[in-house]
């Protein structure tokens, strides 16, 4: 069992940046490849970026590539995605997710809480 917490969500204007964080607990965190999801009401949920359990892979969807950057600390059992030249279309509840096999998109074993990322225009 893995239990992640999502934080670093916010209101920010368009072309502002935000870091996302997402802190795991339970089993060893290092095992694990970490994705990010976001999700606007009415709509299905969206893959985002993920990271594979040694750091050595990143993915990204194609409208957040070369804006969003994800990252893990092994040590710190903590995952990141940074958020630059953010625009409104970014805004959604963003999910932190794990899985021992799955990476990049798809449906993972584990799934935090979701924090709000809010970009006024």
């Known amino acids: 069992q893995v239990h992640l917490v999502e934080s670093g969500g916010g209101l920010v204007p368009a072309g502002g940046s935000l870091r996302l964080s997402c802190a795991a607990s339970?089993?060893?965190?290092?095992?694990?490849?970490m994705g990010w999801f976001r999700q606007v009401p009415g709509k299905e949920r969206e893959f985002v970026a993920a990271v594979s359990w040694s750091g050595g892979s990143t993915y990204y969807a194609n409208s957040v590539k070369g804006r969003f950057t994800i990252s893990r600390d092994n040590a710190k059992n903590t995952v990141y995605l940074q958020m630059n030249t953010l625009k409104p279309e970014d805004t959604a509840v963003y999910y932190c997710?794990?899985?021992?096999?799955?990476?990049?998109?798809?449906?993972?074993?584990?799934w935090g809480q979701g924090t709000q990322v809010t970009v006024s225009s």
């Open positions: 997710a794990a899985d021992e096999w799955r990476v990049g998109s798809g449906n993972y074993d584990y």
């Open positions: 339970g089993r060893t965190f290092s095992s694990y490849n």
